[in-house]
């Protein structure tokens, strides 16, 4: 959708690498100017990919990093975007950390951790959207195809991931005065480094077999989907997605 989104500007939370950083570099081609968020130092080489990208499909685009459970983070990644950019009209959330662990097994810090990251960063990443964006602006939160599961070993996960969808049906509404849609999207176990960790290579072929295909999902079978959100979709608010092959539903 080349020039779709020309003179628009993204913050893309998370943007560096993997789904994030297929976002970022989809969102630029379609014309806007992009923030790159990453957290980690060594997520840093691929930040510098991700902007190198953006600016050679001919638009501006700047990095941030930043530990994004602290609030006054994500607000300083807003204002950095301001900043450079002059305005923000489009905010997407790809921040996640997976653990599949029994409950019985689960210590106090691995709790805080998984809620500080999956659910504390995404609701005031989309506090500080719903601040900050032009009228008309999109907002997508990347959670899980989890949500419509029922299966063990993921409870600080899927659980963690779940209540980014009543924050964003608030959102929705919150917002709607403004014009500012707000999505979340669920991924099935998708093929990136981020999954292989949790899982053995049986399960991994399980889940392969429950999507169309025999596959797992593909950064490029979410990336059209978020782009159409921030785009085409303005009619679609308060909805989680799910786009998984199949894998699951209800
Ligand atoms: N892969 C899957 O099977 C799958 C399936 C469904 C949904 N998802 C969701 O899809 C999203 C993208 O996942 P991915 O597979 O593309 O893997 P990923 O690149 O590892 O995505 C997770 C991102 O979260 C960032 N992050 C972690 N802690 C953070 C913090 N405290 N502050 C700010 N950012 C932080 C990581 O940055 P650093 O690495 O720099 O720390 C990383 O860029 C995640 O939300 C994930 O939950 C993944």
Known sequence: ??????????????????????????????GANILVHYNSDASADDADKTVAAARAAGVEAVKFQADLTDPANVA???????????????????????????????????????????????????????????????????????????????????GAKSPVEHFTRAAAKEFADRGITVNSVAPGPMDTPFFYPQETPERVEFHKSQALGGRLTRIDDIAPLVEFLVSEGGWITGQTIFANGGYTTR
């Open 1 to 30: 959708m080349t020039g779709v989104l020309t003179g628009n500007v993204a913050v893309v939370a998370a943007g560096a690498k993997n789904l994030g950083g297929l976002i970022s570099t989809t969102l630029a081609e379609d």
């Open 76 to 158: 300083r990644m807003f204002d950095t975007a301001y900043d450079a950019f002059g305005r923000v009209d489009i905010a997407v959330n790809t921040v996640g950390k997976v653990l599949r662990k029994p409950i019985l097994d689960t210590t106090e810090d691995e709790y805080d951790a998984m809620f500080d990251i999956n659910s504390k960063a995404a609701f005031f990443f989309l506090r500080e959207a719903g601040r900050r964006l032009n009228e008309g602006g999109r907002i997508v939160t990347i959670v899980t195809s989890l949500l419509a599961a029922f299966t063990d070993g993921y409870a600080t996960y899927a």
